[in-house]
């Protein structure tokens, strides 16, 4: 990797950190671990580095948005249940000033009504929803043409 080139950040909201065990039928039996292995494996193809960050906390997941704003070169984030209601993370989202990838495990268009929402749709410029953990790795890979572009 350059010396001088931003990372990629990997933003994951709530429950995120149960995934392999919560609801397999939904969101498969991959971990988080497992997707970020994977990640970092496709952005480092690329020449590309990874900051990778799961929370169950809304105000630390809008810290490391903040983050990527100053030091990141792009965002892929899954907010999961943050993405229904979170003002605060569309807030920061939108003064991010780098590309965003919204990455949904599930094809949420296909579960609860309340799912179909999105406040970070609203600042993303491209939302993978139902591709299970391979999303993430697309996410990279249109962040890579986009950054390279």
């Excluded at 994977?38 to 903040?66: C, K, L, P, Y």
């Excluded at 990455?103 to 970070?120: A, G, L, P, Y």
């Amino acid at each position: 990797m350059c010396a001088m080139r931003k990372p990629i950040y990997v933003l994951n909201g709530p429950n995120l950190n149960l995934l392999g065990t919560r609801k397999p039928e939904v969101y498969g039996t991959t971990t988080l671990a497992d997707i970020e292995a994977a990640v970092r494996t496709r952005a480092a193809a690329g020449g590309w580095e990874v900051s990778f960050h799961q929370s169950n906390h809304e105000g630390d997941v809008v810290d490391r948005i903040q983050e990527a704003r100053a030091e990141g070169a792009a965002i892929v984030i899954n907010p999961a249940a943050f993405t229904h209601y979170s003002i605060a993370i569309h807030d920061a989202l939108e003064a991010a000033d780098v590309p965003i990838v919204e990455v949904h495990i599930s094809n949420v268009h296909r579960r609860e009504e309340f799912r179909h929402t999105s406040f970070v749709s609203l600042q993303a410029d491209a939302v993978i929803a139902g591709a299970g953990a391979f999303g993430y790795e697309m996410a990279v890979d249109w962040l890579l043409r986009t950054l390279e572009g």
